[in-house]
């Protein structure tokens, strides 16, 4: 309190004597001197209660993080600085299971938090995925049985058409309505005429 009195003090001292009545110049004197004081307090609560919201990515907190870090501590040394961006920004993580990773990583800069933590929540969201196929492999466990039995299906229908078209190659085809020129009966044709002719008995 005795600082804040001995400021103030400095602060009158400062403003001309014929201005010392004048409420308005005494006002804005005061704001001017105090003013920075009251917003670097503003900002590091504001620091201090940062919560990433729901859909916010990591890389905005980051970049809100480091907007109330150059606000909230102008007058910090650059290392003290990044130390106390890291853990605010780490406090400031909604997900518990990467907020918690980050803080055992002990990031000693906003940067490398922001990375590791990336990484993590890249790594969490990729492992979901496989696990449950893999237990989907597991609980049915019939996979490999259908494709074999699949297999032998196909095998066993190659092999019938083969076989249905082979035989159409094989037989001729026969039209009911055709007359034989050689035997004058229906259903052949002379080519295809089984009935010795006289000639070829000799």
């Known amino acids: 309190m005795a600082s804040l009195r001995g400021s103030a003090t400095e602060v009158l001292q400062g403003i001309p004597s014929d201005k010392l009545t004048d409420l ?34 990591l890389q905005v907190l980051a970049a809100d993080v480091e907007r109330l870090m150059s606000l909230a501590y102008t007058e910090c040394p650059q290392d003290v600085r990044d130390s106390l961006a890291a853990q605010y920004f780490v406090d400031a993580i909604r997900d518990e299971d ?24 890249a790594a969490k969201t990729v492992s979901k995925t496989p696990r449950n196929v893999r237990s989907l492999e597991v609980e049915d466990g019939t996979g ?10 196909l095998k066993t229908l190659e092999k019938l058409l083969n076989s249905h078209v082979a035989g159409k190659k094989n037989t001729p085809r026969r039209n009911p309505n055709v007359t034989c020129w050689k035997c004058n009966k229906k259903g052949h044709v002379q080519r295809e005429c089984q009935t010795i002719s006289p000639n070829q008995e000799n």
């Open 144 to 153: 490999e049985e259908k494709d074999e039995k699949f297999d032998c299906l």
């Open 24 to 57: 308005t110049t005494i006002e804005n004197a005061l704001e001017v001197r105090f003013r920075d004081t009251h917003l670097t307090q503003f900002y590091r609560t504001e620091l201090k209660t940062r919560r990433q919201k729901p859909g916010e990515s």
């Open 98 to 121: 990467t907020q918690h990773a980050t803080r055992l990583m002990d990031a000693k800069d906003l940067k490398s938090a922001l990375a590791y933590s990336m990484k993590y929540e």
